[in-house]
């Protein structure tokens, strides 16, 4: 275990008076105003008699006066009627180490994208820079009302304990719920891609064919650190998750291997599948999926389960839905992303037609273009009107704000303690000002969530009970510091990064045939609008 600071083992209340508090079932999507009490890092009791007398499930200190809601807590906060509390948004799916690269890339293709985003021959980073970074975006998630994310870091150009340490160190520090898992192929290039080993010249042959960094034992060793180190720390804030990256990039046994780790630990196994068209070529460009999906090669595996986040799933059939609904799956729909590279659109009602539990992430800074959760909602509440004219098909807000609380918490393994404003629950809340332009005047509260908030109504974040940002700054750790730091040192890092990515460029043509060799693929879909 690390050593959690102080903070992280609350042993204190706080009671939010007066405020309204969300419910996706009651009738306008909340109720009060009314009073939450937060004992510890859970939701102790919700109710308009709670502070005024010593309730059951809360223990109620010596009161401070006769009659006072809040008496006998740490701290009160004032919600005067017109603030309402909502669970903690829920970013299921991102990648921290490129926070510092929003912006940074024009849009391509995954396939080419990625060429130019973690360019070969980029060093190690200092243990520093991965914490810097990690913190940028946690900075962000957190002044916006993010209050847990699920990190499928990838470390270049390999993993070590210093590194791991130093991306948990920051998400220790900044007072994040993070489910942190190692992202790391150990497979060639070639074998991730369609038609790459036939179409690399002499030149860059050997670049595709040469394995991952990190062998399948050296990575579950790595593992084993991640687990020891961190898995359930900060007072079980921290946990460890296990990531496959996506099914063609590791061999059977090392798949195999994470799905029994995060079997026995109860954690989620990330996987990326169907994100782009050329994912789904790989069905018969290569002779190991048997002309099966990437979902359908996972299921014959017995490898696609209720552990499994299932990312993108874009260019999935009926039968690839069928399966991850067969094994209780959870999608993580990252809708922004999918748009930033032009991957196309997932097929959102079909899965829910099948009771697919859908969440919603961010993917990455680089591919999103920031790191707070409110674009992501407002893009997965438009981007699926496209579709079709049939607006009875179209995604409701209620739908959306379920992807991003139930949805989440479904993703995290957690839904009997995140994701909701209730009793027991896990005290991860944001408090937003109904006074502020997104709900001014308040019309529809579920379609002022999805359509309008964009993160400048938060109020208030508690995460585990703990307040960690208010009045639009984090207060758990020095923001400005941190931040002025970073920019130091990305700023001094930035032409060794430039020159990388120019090398890179020779691998482009090559890349860019597979990409249009794949395109040529007749795979009975479109996820794309066209011809418009
Ligand atoms: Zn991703």
Known sequence: MSDAPSRDAPSRSTLFRDVLVYRADAPGHAVGPTHVRVTGNRIA??????????????????????????????RVVEGHGHHLLVPGLINAHFHSPANHLKGDLPSMPLELFMLFETPAGVPRPSPRAAYLR????????????????????????????EIIDAVLAAYADCGIRAAVALDQPELPEAAKLPFLADLAPAGIRADVLAPGPRSRAELLELYGHLFDAWHGA??????????????????????????????RHGVPLYAHMLETRAQRVLATAQPRFAGRSLVQYTAGLGLLTARTNVIHAVWTDDADLDAIAAAGSVVVHNPVSNLRLGSGVMPLRAMLDRGIPVALGVDEAICNDAADMWNVVRTAGLIHNITGLDSERWPRPAEVLDALWAGGAAAMLRSDELGRVEPGYLADLTLLDLHAPAFTPRTDLAG????????????????????????????????????????????????????????????????????????????GMTRWAGNL
């Open 134 to 161: 990690t913190m940028l975006a946690a900075l962000e998630m957190l002044r916006t009302g993010t209050t847990a994310v699920q990190d499928d870091a990838f470390f270049l150009p390999a993993p070590d304990p």
């Open 45 to 74: 009791a919700i109710g308009a008699d709670i502070g005024r007398a010593p309730a059951g499930s809360v223990a109620e200190p010596a009161a401070t006066g006769p009659s006072a809601p809040g008496a006998g807590a740490d």
């Open 234 to 263: 900060a007072g079980g804030r921290l946990t460890a998750a296990v990531s496959i990256s996506a099914p063609q990039r590791v061999s059977v046994e090392y798949f195999a291997a994470l799905d029994d780790l995060s079997a």
């Open 448 to 523: 002022q969530l999805v359509y309008c908030e964009s993160g400048g109504s938060v109020a208030l974040t508690m995460v585990d009970g703990v307040v960690v940002a208010e009045h639009g700054a984090v207060t758990s750790v020095d923001e400005a510091a941190l931040l002025a730091e970073a920019r130091e040192l990305f700023a001094a890092e930035r032409p060794a990064l430039l020159a990388h990515r120019s090398a890179a460029g020779r691998l482009y043509p090559t890349y860019q045939r597979m990409v249009r060799q794949a395109a040529g693929v007749d795979v």
